[in-house]
């Protein structure tokens, strides 16, 4: 029997323009009446995987950045936060590269440098309480997470130019086609998800996640029941057991109907 179900954001839960299914909210109720837990996991923010679910978001396990925090009821159960001489030093690596922005993610606010306009209207879409700093270099707050915005394609551009040198001192994932993510090497969204199973006592047998992309492949190795989307990159496929139908054709909730909902009719 499924215990917990773990389901990313961006090209997985939502649709293309960013939107819920329809009918996700009568689907999260049910879940919850028979006490299977959901897990919203995402490289958002906290506060911004909050405003998705709305007056539902009590009924909603959040791992946030990736895994560097998990939230529920409001209360914090988890955070793990960058060594902050590592950020300083990506900070200065970063200015090398070309087309590049970055954003530093801390647990109640986001910090950006450049005011580009196009760069701001990506921002906006993941992170709705940011500040425009004058150094990012001089951002105080502990940040859980680093991500940076690549005009030219991270996994072509920003990814090859940075994993190199980083990926012994921190985990550097590919989480969309312009979205880089840097974060430490014992935080990821599978950690965070073995978290809340040995809070619960769950297995892997009976945990289900649904992923699209790189961020997401520790995720779909904490449980049996994993399933890539069908819209996810050829090279993220392999590490799911299943596949289910895309994010614009509500591949999700499809999946929890078809296999658990239905057991209960």
Same mark, same amino acid.
């Given at each position: #029997?499924?215990?917990?179900?773990?389901?990313? #954001?961006?090209?997985?839960?939502?649709?293309?323009?960013?939107?819920?299914?329809?009918?996700?909210?009568?689907?999260?109720?049910?879940?919850?009446?028979?006490?299977?837990?959901?897990?919203?996991?995402?490289?958002?923010?906290?506060?911004?995987?909050?405003?998705?679910?709305?007056?539902?978001?009590?009924?909603?396990? +959040?791992?946030?950045?990736?895994?560097?925090?998990? #939230?529920?009821?409001?209360?914090?159960?988890?955070?793990?936060?960058?060594?902050?001489?590592?950020?300083?030093?990506?900070?200065?690596?970063?200015?090398?590269?070309?087309?590049?922005?970055?954003?530093?993610?801390?647990?109640?606010?986001?910090?950006?440098?450049?005011?580009?306009?196009?760069?701001?209207?990506?921002?906006?879409?993941?992170?709705?309480?940011?500040?425009?700093?004058?150094?990012?270099?001089?951002?105080?707050?502990?940040?859980?997470?680093?991500?940076?915005?690549?005009?030219?394609?991270?996994?072509?551009?920003?990814?090859?130019?940075?994993?190199?040198?980083?990926?012994?001192?921190?985990?550097?994932?590919?989480?969309?086609?312009?979205?880089?993510?840097?974060?430490?090497?014992?935080?990821?969204?599978?950690?965070?998800?073995?978290?809340?199973?040995?809070? +619960?006592?769950?297995?892997?047998?009976?945990?289900?996640?649904?992923?699209?992309? +790189?961020?997401?492949?520790?995720?779909?190795?904490?449980?049996?029941?994993?399933?890539? #989307?069908?819209?996810?990159?050829?090279?993220?496929?392999?590490?799911?057991? +299943?596949?289910?139908?895309?994010?614009?054709?509500?591949?999700?909730?499809?999946?929890?109907?078809?296999?658990?909902?239905?057991?209960?009719?």
């Amino acid at each position: #029997m499924i215990k917990l179900i773990a389901t990313d #954001m961006d090209g997985t839960l939502l649709n293309n323009k960013g939107q819920l299914p329809k009918n996700f909210f009568n689907i999260l109720n049910k879940l919850n009446s028979k006490n299977i837990i959901f897990v919203a996991a995402s490289g958002r923010p906290y506060y911004t995987l909050e405003n998705n679910f709305e007056e539902e978001k009590d009924k909603v396990y +959040f791992v946030a950045e990736n895994g560097a925090v998990i #939230m529920h009821g409001g209360n914090e159960l988890f955070s793990k936060f960058l060594d902050k001489k590592i950020v300083n030093d990506i900070i200065e690596d970063s200015k090398k590269l070309n087309h590049c922005h970055l954003v530093l993610c801390a647990e109640h606010k986001a910090y950006i440098q450049s005011t580009k306009k196009e760069f701001i209207t990506e921002v906006e879409k993941y992170y709705h309480n940011y500040d425009i700093v004058d150094s990012l270099n001089k951002v105080s707050d502990d940040i859980v997470k680093i991500s940076i915005y690549d005009f030219e394609g991270s996994l072509e551009n920003s990814y090859l130019k940075l994993d190199p040198k980083w990926k012994e001192a921190a985990l550097i994932t590919v989480s969309g086609k312009n979205w880089l993510d840097i974060g430490r090497t014992d935080v990821n969204k599978g950690e965070a998800i073995k978290f809340l199973q040995n809070k +619960f006592n769950i297995s892997e047998m009976e945990t289900m996640v649904f992923g699209d992309n +790189f961020n997401d492949i520790h995720m779909l190795q904490s449980a049996y029941y994993s399933y890539v #989307m069908e819209n996810a990159p050829e090279e993220v496929k392999k590490y799911g057991r +299943f596949t289910a139908e895309s994010n614009d054709d509500e591949g999700v909730v499809r999946v929890i109907e078809d296999k658990i909902l239905e057991k209960y009719v």
